[in-house]
């Protein structure tokens, strides 16, 4: 029996490291970053890892002291490799999908001006998981931690969450922009049988409109979520449990590079629940691991283990406040 399985994407992660480029605004206003046409630019530091939301919460949830295993579709050549290998190191278990034609997903992660970051994505076989490829008697797990995906992946996570309704088992959802945007009317079904679940605040915006975070937290939970949880990066982070609203301050911390920080606060959280099914604690625990996380390259140098987040908690602790609704 597991103590949380995560079903998400793997992809393999380059960072480039450059400061030879320039901000545009692009056609929505929106700031870009632009590289000269036909340039050799040079790359001041080149680092590869694993990453993906699957990977990334199984890792962190592992060094937190649980029992993980992460069920994900990745290729058959050198890459998926790399992947298996890191998951060992992590003592996770995987429960992988692999076909002949399967494709390890690949991210090229640009980082610029000011550790602004542009990622190049290559989905790979992370959309392409089907539920009739999941080995269901392997599916032994208090929880079910979801990172979002797409495509027919997004369709089978829907059903695995009917799934573990049936069997009693808990569902932890994690969104991204893609899956948000979709509306909140085509997230119903899966929202009706999810228990915990995480975004930001322009993915909650997207999701039910561009309202406060707390006028959002509370729409979204009416569709079935018990908890509901918002970052909004250095700004902190909101929890709502139906009674109270709870709002982390976070700390002033040198910020390197931000991928994978809400995957740190995710899978955080969710220990902070499972260890004591306490929401401020949980809080305290996610903020503290996403911002050990932050402070360096790649999305899991430095996920903390539980007793040095407890360590950095007691010394360094996150600031809850609490207001009843």
Same mark, same amino acid.
């Given at each position: ?15 480039? =490291?450059?400061?030879?480029?320039? #901000? ?14 036909? $340039? ?20 962190? /949830? ?31 278990? +995987?429960?992988?999908?692999?076909? =002949? ?5 690949? &991210?090229?992660? /640009? ?29 032994? $797990?208090?929880?079910?931690?979801? #990172? ?21 088992? =808990? ?65 902190? @982070? ?11 301050? +976070? ?6 590079? #931000?991928?994978?920080?809400?995957? @740190?606060? @995710? &899978? $955080? ?13 949980? /809080?305290? /625990? ?15 140098? =430095? ?5 040095? $987040? ?16």
């Amino acid at each position: 029996m597991f103590d949380v399985i995560t079903v998400g994407s793997a992809t393999l992660d380059v960072f480039a =490291k450059t400061e030879h480029c320039d #901000t545009i605004k692009g056609k929505k206003k929106e700031d870009c970053i632009a590289y000269p046409i036909g $340039a050799k630019i040079l790359i001041e530091e080149l680092i590869i890892s694993t990453g993906g939301g699957g990977t990334n919460t199984a890792a962190s /949830l592992s060094k937190l002291g649980h029992k993980v295993a992460f069920l994900g579709k990745i290729g058959n050549q050198e890459n998926s490799q790399r992947l298996l290998k890191e998951l060992k190191d992590y003592k996770v278990s +995987p429960l992988v999908i692999r076909k =002949k034609d399967s494709r390890t997903g690949y &991210s090229v992660i /640009l980082d610029s001006i000011h550790h602004d970051r542009t990622i190049l994505n290559y989905r790979g076989s992370n959309s392409e998981l089907g539920f009739n490829e999941i080995n269901l008697r392997k599916l032994k $797990a208090k929880w079910l931690l979801f #990172t979002a995906l797409r495509g027919k992946s997004f369709r089978t996570q829907e059903k695995l969450a009917g799934y573990a309704k049936r069997k009693g088992i =808990k569902v932890a959802y994690v969104l991204n922009p893609t899956i948000a945007k979709k509306g909140i009317k085509q997230l119903k079904k899966i929202l009706s049988n999810v228990d915990i679940i995480i975004m930001n605040k322009e993915e909650s915006m997207l999701l039910v409109g561009r309202n406060t975070i707390g006028k959002n937290i509370r729409k979204i939970r009416n569709y079935g979520p018990g908890i509901v949880a918002v970052t909004d990066g250095r700004k902190g @982070a909101y929890v709502y449990d139906g009674d109270s609203i709870f709002y982390g301050r +976070p700390n002033n911390v040198r910020v390197i590079e #931000t991928t994978g920080a809400g995957d @740190a606060f @995710a &899978s $955080a959280f969710l220990s902070g629940i499972i260890k004591k099914n306490d929401v401020e604690f949980a /809080l305290k /625990l996610g903020m503290t691991n996403s911002e050990s996380v932050i402070q360096h390259h790649g999305a899991k140098n =430095k996920l903390l283990r539980y007793k040095e $987040a407890l360590k950095i908690m007691k010394k360094r602790s996150i600031r809850v406040t609490k207001k009843a609704i």
